[in-house]
């Protein structure tokens, strides 16, 4: 019995006490300055210490805030829409379904996935040839990403937008016009990117981004919309890219190779009036079924023996002035 007693004792674990910091530690496991916790407090955005005496009592609660908050300052929240989050978190309305929304719009828009490549490997891809200003100009615009205490790596974000670089380069292409062509290119995907957003929360999000935080469920619907949206804007730009692309590479090829112009259509005169006098004089001659063909006929005949004449007028012309002929050897 005391055996069992005691085992059964053994079984049940103490009560945890809860952590209490001083705000010098708190900084410490928060990661936050003590300068920056002191911030919060001013603006409402962490709750009052426990006062002990002279000492100031922060607690597990405290340090669970400060790392709401940095989640949030990652994801680009600002320190005024974080305190009403937070103030709709306290209020019981929960962060869970925002912090879902926020996770789906800041997580990933691709399935490419980043990979690494060597500052030696790079130089080769790039024609062997060590280029500094164009690796500097690479890590600008975010095409390569320096490796903290690495100087032999780098992070390729996007290894297909580095190896698109690489085949344009290989074509002939100058690097500093490569860099060129994509700040251009960026700046106009850019626009495009800002205009779908635009669209779409007028006619789809406006419901859930209010001047105040969306309750859960509205959060947790306006997530999935994001999920089953978010591909739509690449699948229409790689549509209406694909029919640009098409139509203007075809008359660019047709203006370079010099395509033959089209063979002007000669207008159709239209019919010619004739004196009624004539008609009946043909109707007359050949009768009123043969009148068309005859008229044709002696048309033609015309044409001919006009064409015949200038001809003949031409051959004398030569003949009549010997210094037009070709000099005898």
Request: charged residues 25%; glycine residues 6%.
């Amino acid at each position: 019995m005391g055996l069992s007693g005691q085992s059964a004792l053994q079984q049940v674990a103490p009560a945890a006490t809860p952590a209490e910091y001083r705000i010098e530690d708190l900084a410490h496991a928060s990661g936050a300055t003590v300068r920056t916790i002191r911030a919060y407090q001013d603006r409402g955005l962490l709750p009052r210490p426990e006062r002990r005496g002279r000492s100031n009592v922060y607690g597990d609660t405290h340090l669970a805030r400060l790392h709401q908050i940095a989640d949030l300052l990652d994801r680009g929240y600002t320190l005024a829409s974080i305190k009403e989050l937070l103030e709709a978190w306290d209020a019981g309305r929960g962060l869970g379904g925002v912090l879902g929304l926020v996770a789906e719009v800041s997580g990933p828009w691709t399935d490419e996935e980043a990979a690494r490549i060597s500052r030696a490997d790079l130089d080769e891809t790039f024609g062997g040839n060590p280029d500094d200003k164009a690796v500097a100009e690479a890590v600008e615009l975010g095409i390569l990403v320096r490796i903290p205490d690495n100087d032999a790596e780098f992070l390729v974000p996007s290894p297909q937008e580095l190896a698109v670089a690489a085949e344009l380069h290989a074509a002939g292409v100058p690097l500093a016009a490569i860099s060129g062509h994509l700040r251009e290119l960026r700046g106009q995907v850019e626009h495009i990117a800002a205009r779908f957003l635009d669209f779409t929360t007028e006619h789809v999000f406006a419901r859930y981004l209010g001047h105040h935080p969306p309750t859960d469920t509205e959060a947790a619907e306006a997530a999935d919309l994001v999920r089953r949206l978010r591909p739509l804007a690449q699948q229409t730009v790689d549509a209406e890219l694909a029919r640009a692309m098409r139509l203007f590479a075809t008359r660019h090829l047709q203006k370079h190779l010099g395509a033959p112009a089209a063979t002007p259509v000669t207008p159709d005169p239209g019919p010619v009036p004739l004196p009624a006098d004539t008609v009946r004089a043909v109707q007359d001659l050949v009768g009123p079924d043969n009148v068309a063909a005859f008229i044709t006929a002696a048309t033609e005949r015309e044409v001919q023996a006009r064409t015949l004449d200038a001809l003949s007028l031409s051959t004398r012309h030569r003949t009549d002035h010997p210094h037009h002929q070709m000099p005898h050897k």
